[in-house]
């Protein structure tokens, strides 16, 4: 009995404690047998609301922009919307980020380190270590938890890239998603990137499609602001007093640059003077801003000795360049501008709503992109971004040929790495790279007219994006509890900015330490002294106890250019420890340099078990590429059961988009298979018999037969009518994924890009009825997979 009671206290205990740490009031009523004899109490069930004259919080996340692109910081890319914000505010000149999307925005997200989020990379490349599982601890509560459970509505538009891989299916657990933590609405895309014109959109917790087409003007930057006022515009209508927080994340400038032709012709020829001379035009301009001190000094192009360096990120003098290549890496550029103020442009028309509701002054505007600028398109760039994920080459006869498509729908492009250490002027490398300030010193304006008395003023004081959830919580009077939901919360790794709205802007920072961690890359800086390991990413050389560390003065050598290691050997010592220790405690070991194809292909743990055979049904949503049977490498078979009713048309089965995938449909009573490899070429067979209605088992087998010079699969590809070959013809097949996200595999439709031009998207199947299609990449003969799914269909 003794042990009984015990037990019996320490629950009631432990659940004392629980209410506590909930803190919701206990029910002081009063309830008998019949409710008129009864007394009610509200205050266990009326939410928080926020304190009276709360402020709205619109934080604003562009990706891939280096400091040196936009105009409030000296650049060439005219951005009018952030203009006007910075006139009406404050800009930061030594804001970092994670170097790379998924882990800035977890920092953001939550305001703990990255590698203490378990977001240590991309969500793509999640392992089995506490700081790269890309799965949001429970220590980790949100800024939007917080801020929903204290009065405001909360709302998160455009990119994601938080919700691990294995969870993006229609089926799969929604613990990661957005409304699963704290958001009210989600409007955007899960993953890392999308096509502008034919976006992988989600709405809440489900797949939509786009509300129209490319032809009628569709753009996702158009959409998102046109969703963003429909939200801000619903909630004040239904609860004025409410204050809200919108997390807006548009596609730009992420590949592929996509963008209208009327803002890609203002850039014609901005840029033809190329990257080397961007450089030198750009500083001068930075300095006389005040965002970079006098005196500062370009850094080298290519600062990695040529043993350590990867050649992916290699930049080519522009006066080496052939006179088609300064042509389409010119253009390219343009895109990625036109890209990047027509965004801003739309983001403008959100500001204006604000202004004409009086929304304005008392909204906090935070202005921001979460990394350098993209050296993803190689050398070279690329009019097809997925080649890059593929390992396969672009070639220069082949984009020049689509010089005058460039940004639309046609291609999926990026610039190449010269532009990327250009826009990230005047510091070493940029993006992925943690270890210079290229790939993580990003712009940031906050503007308050309600709360910030400054005007137009630049703000250097050092701060990380782990310091903006605790600025907001200080703005907005609220603390990060230690315990919630029951559970015992990480201390927040930044502290807040606030105390910089009224400071003057060389005043010192209020932050001590910062440490940086990134596919191999490494850095720590503390009290403006920064120590830099000499590692490129993704170069699978490991051997990091041999790297040679660099040591800089950042107060007085903004860009990293001077490397005092030799001068300040106990220093550098002392920072070298201090790296270790900070990636100890948060979860940054071990380091991770291998490459993008060793990385992506780790395996790991899914609720389903992979297997060599996958039923999918019509009437369903795409199913992600992350999730969807892979048949990358490998052989494959496909088989479909489908009644032919009338003249059927249209498509049966797709997976990808025109640049990458592959599409079983009927066109013209005729049977077609087409593999478009990389955008490059639509491989074909077509039935020569008529298909009439009745019962069939439509059919692919494609025979591995060797690898090509670059891994492609090469092979044979047979198209089947029941039993029997009706094509055959040699097929090159991808062994990268076919988009890096979007554009899944689909059934009765193919979603946004069509694969091929032989049918416009979604190009829905009609005239018949499709039973299901299986994708196997066994052993299994075909003519076996075919009598099966022949007597399958028997039975219906």
Same mark, same amino acid.
């Given at each position: 009995?003794?042990?009984?009671?015990?037990?019996?206290?320490?629950?009631?205990?432990?659940?004392?404690?629980?209410?506590?740490?909930?803190?919701?009031?206990?029910?002081?009523?009063?309830?008998?047998?019949?409710?008129?004899?009864?007394?009610?109490?509200?205050?266990?069930?009326?939410?928080?609301?926020?304190?009276?004259?709360?402020?709205?919080?619109?934080?604003?996340?562009?990706?891939?922009?280096?400091?040196?692109?936009?105009?409030?910081?000296?650049?060439?890319?005219?951005?009018?919307?952030?203009?006007?914000?910075?006139?009406?505010?404050?800009?930061?000149?030594?804001?970092?980020?994670?170097?790379?999307?998924?882990?800035?925005?977890?920092?953001?997200?939550?305001?703990?380190?990255?590698?203490?989020?378990?977001?240590?990379?991309?969500?793509?490349?999640?392992?089995?270590?506490?700081?790269?599982?890309?799965?949001?601890?429970? *220590?980790?509560?949100? #800024?939007?938890?917080?801020?929903?459970?204290? !009065?405001?509505?909360?709302?998160?538009?455009?990119?994601?890239?938080?919700?691990?891989?294995?969870?993006?299916?229609?089926?799969?657990?929604? /613990?990661?998603?957005?409304?699963?933590?704290?958001?009210?609405?989600?409007?955007?895309?899960?993953?890392?990137?999308?096509?502008?014109?034919?976006?992988?959109?989600?709405?809440?917790?489900?797949?939509?499609?786009?509300?129209?087409?490319?032809?009628?003007?569709?753009?996702?930057?158009?959409?998102?602001?046109?969703?963003?006022?429909?939200?801000?515009?619903? *909630?004040?209508?239904?609860?004025?007093?409410?204050?809200?927080? #919108?997390?807006?994340?548009?596609?730009?400038?992420?590949?592929?640059?996509?963008?209208?032709?009327?803002?890609?012709?203002?850039?014609?020829?901005?840029?033809?003077?190329?990257?080397?001379?961007?450089?030198?035009?750009?500083?001068?301009? #930075?300095?006389?801003?005040?965002?970079?001190?006098?005196?500062?000094?370009?850094?080298?192009?290519?600062?990695?000795?040529?043993?350590?360096?990867?050649?992916?990120?290699?930049?080519?003098?522009?006066? %080496?360049?052939?006179?088609?290549?300064?042509?389409?890496?010119?253009?390219?550029?343009?895109?990625?501008?036109?890209?990047?103020?027509?965004?801003?442009?739309?983001?403008?028309?959100?500001?204006?709503?604000?202004?004409?509701?009086?929304?304005?002054?008392?909204?906090?505007?935070?202005?921001?992109?979460?990394?350098?600028?993209?050296? =993803?398109?190689?050398?070279?760039?690329?009019? @097809?971004?997925?080649?890059?994920?593929?390992?396969?080459?672009?070639?220069?006869? =082949?984009? #020049?040929?689509?010089?005058?498509?460039?940004?639309?729908? @046609?291609?999926?492009?990026?610039?190449?790495?010269?532009?990327?250490?250009?826009?990230?002027?005047?510091?070493?490398?940029?993006?992925?790279?943690?270890?210079?300030?290229? !790939?993580?010193?990003?712009?940031?304006?906050?503007?308050?007219?309600?709360?910030?008395?400054?005007?137009?003023?630049?703000?250097?004081?050092?701060?990380?994006? +782990?310091?903006?959830?605790?600025?907001?919580?200080?703005?907005?009077?609220?603390?990060?509890?230690?315990?919630?939901?029951? +559970?015992?919360?990480?201390?927040?790794?930044?502290?807040?900015?606030?105390? %910089?709205?009224?400071?003057?802007?060389?005043?010192?920072?209020?932050?001590?330490?910062?440490?940086?961690?990134?596919?191999?890359?490494?850095?720590?800086?503390?009290?403006?002294?920064?120590?830099?390991?000499?590692?490129?990413?993704?170069?699978?050389?490991?051997?990091?106890? *041999?790297?040679?560390?660099?040591?800089? &003065?950042?107060?007085?050598?903004?860009?990293?250019?001077?490397?005092?290691?030799?001068?300040?050997?106990?220093?550098?010592?002392?920072?070298?420890?201090?790296?270790?220790?900070?990636?100890?405690?948060?979860?940054?070991?071990?380091?991770?340099?291998?490459?993008?194809?060793?990385?992506?292909?780790?395996?790991?743990?899914?609720?389903?078990?992979?297997?060599?055979?996958?039923?999918?049904?019509?009437?369903?949503?795409?199913?992600?590429?992350?999730?969807?049977?892979?048949?990358?490498?490998?052989?494959?078979?496909?088989?479909? &059961?489908?009644?032919?009713?009338?003249?059927?048309?249209?498509?049966?089965?797709?997976?990808?988009?025109?640049?990458?995938?592959?599409?079983?449909?009927?066109?013209?009573?005729?049977?077609?298979?087409?593999? &478009?490899?990389?955008?490059?070429?639509? *491989?074909?067979?077509?039935?020569?018999?008529?298909?009439?209605?009745?019962?069939?088992?439509?059919? +692919?087998?494609?025979?591995?037969?060797?690898?090509?010079?670059?891994?492609?699969?090469?092979?044979?590809?047979?198209?089947?009518?029941?039993?029997?070959?009706?094509?055959?013809?040699?097929?090159?097949?991808?062994?990268?994924?076919?988009?890096?996200?979007?554009?899944?595999?689909?059934?009765?439709?193919?979603?946004?890009?069509? +694969?091929?031009?032989?049918?416009? /998207?979604?190009?829905?199947?009609?005239?018949?009825?499709?039973?299901?299609?299986?994708?196997?990449?066994?052993?299994?003969?075909?003519?076996?997979?075919?009598?099966?799914?022949?007597?399958?269909?028997?039975?219906?």
């Amino acid at each position: 009995m003794k042990i009984k009671i015990t037990s019996l206290l320490l629950g009631i205990t432990a659940l004392l404690c629980f209410s506590s740490q909930a803190q919701t009031p206990a029910f002081k009523g009063d309830i008998k047998l019949d409710v008129r004899d009864s007394k009610p109490d509200w205050a266990p069930f009326v939410r928080k609301k926020a304190p009276e004259g709360s402020p709205n919080i619109l934080f604003i996340l562009y990706d891939d922009t280096g400091l040196a692109a936009w105009s409030p910081y000296g650049g060439r890319i005219n951005m009018p919307t952030m203009d006007k914000l910075a006139a009406d505010g404050l800009t930061y000149t030594q804001w970092q980020t994670v170097a790379l999307c998924s882990p800035t925005r977890s920092c953001i997200n939550t305001g703990r380190n990255h590698n203490l989020n378990g977001m240590g990379v991309i969500t793509e490349g999640a392992n089995g270590y506490p700081g790269f599982s890309c799965q949001l601890p429970a *220590q980790a509560a949100t #800024m939007a938890q917080i801020l929903n459970d204290n !009065g405001w509505s909360t709302f998160w538009l455009g990119k994601n890239h938080n919700v691990p891989e294995t969870d993006l299916s229609a089926g799969a657990n929604k /613990s990661q998603w957005p409304l699963q933590q704290g958001y009210d609405r989600f409007y955007g895309f899960i993953g890392g990137e999308t096509n502008q014109f034919y976006p992988d959109l989600t709405e809440d917790n489900h797949a939509i499609e786009a509300p129209y087409g490319p032809e009628k003007g569709y753009h996702l930057s158009k959409d998102l602001a046109d969703q963003a006022i429909k939200m801000i515009g619903d *909630q004040k209508s239904a609860n004025p007093s409410k204050p809200w927080f #919108m997390w807006y994340c548009p596609g730009a400038n992420h590949a592929p640059h996509q963008a209208p032709k009327d803002y890609i012709a203002k850039y014609k020829g901005k840029f033809d003077d190329g990257y080397d001379a961007y450089r030198k035009w750009v500083l001068p301009r #930075m300095i006389a801003k005040g965002i970079l001190p006098k005196g500062t000094t370009l850094t080298e192009w290519n600062p990695m000795p040529a043993a350590l360096a990867n050649p992916a990120d290699a930049v080519r003098p522009w006066n %080496s360049l052939s006179a088609d290549e300064k042509k389409l890496f010119s253009r390219l550029c343009e895109v990625y501008a036109a890209f990047s103020e027509y965004t801003d442009v739309e983001i403008g028309r959100i500001v204006d709503y604000l202004k004409k509701t009086g929304q304005y002054e008392n909204t906090v505007i935070m202005y921001a992109s979460d990394n350098g600028a993209s050296g =993803e398109g190689t050398p070279n760039g690329s009019v @097809n971004e997925n080649k890059f994920f593929n390992g396969f080459p672009d070639d220069l006869a =082949e984009n #020049m040929k689509l010089i005058d498509e460039l940004g639309g729908p @046609n291609t999926y492009e990026h610039y190449p790495t010269g532009w990327a250490a250009a826009l990230s002027t005047p510091f070493k490398m940029f993006k992925r790279y943690s270890n210079y300030a290229g !790939g993580t010193d990003c712009p940031l304006t906050i503007t308050w007219p309600k709360g910030i008395k400054a005007r137009g003023e630049v703000r250097n004081q050092y701060h990380h994006a +782990v310091d903006i959830v605790p600025t907001i919580l200080e703005i907005c009077g609220l603390e990060m509890p230690k315990v919630y939901k029951g +559970v015992e919360q990480y201390p927040l790794s930044g502290v807040s900015m606030k105390y %910089s709205f009224d400071a003057k802007p060389n005043d010192p920072t209020q932050k001590h330490v910062q440490y940086f961690s990134m596919l191999g890359t490494r850095a720590v800086w503390q009290d403006g002294w920064k120590a830099v390991a000499v590692h490129a990413p993704l170069t699978d050389k490991g051997k990091f106890d *041999q790297d040679q560390w660099e040591l800089y &003065n950042v107060e007085a050598d903004r860009s990293e250019s001077k490397d005092l290691a030799k001068q300040y050997p106990d220093k550098l010592e002392a920072l070298k420890k201090l790296w270790l220790d900070e990636a100890k405690k948060n979860n940054a070991l071990p380091l991770d340099d291998r490459t993008t194809m060793q990385i992506i292909t780790i395996p790991r743990p899914t609720e389903e078990e992979a297997k060599d055979s996958y039923t999918y049904y019509p009437h369903t949503s795409q199913v992600p590429e992350a999730v969807a049977v892979s048949v990358r490498g490998k052989s494959y078979k496909i088989i479909a &059961n489908v009644e032919i009713k009338a003249d059927a048309s249209g498509v049966i089965f797709a997976h990808g988009s025109r640049f990458g995938g592959h599409s079983l449909f009927i066109k013209d009573q005729k049977l077609y298979y087409v593999y &478009n490899f990389l955008g490059i070429k639509e *491989q074909q067979l077509v039935s020569t018999e008529t298909i009439k209605p009745g019962k069939y088992t439509f059919g +692919v087998e494609f025979t591995k037969e060797k690898a090509g010079e670059h891994g492609e699969s090469i092979g044979t590809a047979k198209l089947y009518i029941n039993d029997k070959a009706v094509a055959t013809g040699a097929m090159t097949a991808q062994v990268g994924k076919f988009t890096l996200v979007g554009d899944g595999l689909c059934v009765g439709f193919d979603s946004g890009d069509p +694969v091929s031009k032989q049918y416009a /998207s979604p190009g829905e199947f009609e005239g018949g009825e499709i039973s299901f299609v299986t994708v196997n990449t066994g052993k299994e003969p075909y003519i076996d997979l075919e009598r099966e799914a022949a007597r399958a269909f028997s039975k219906e």
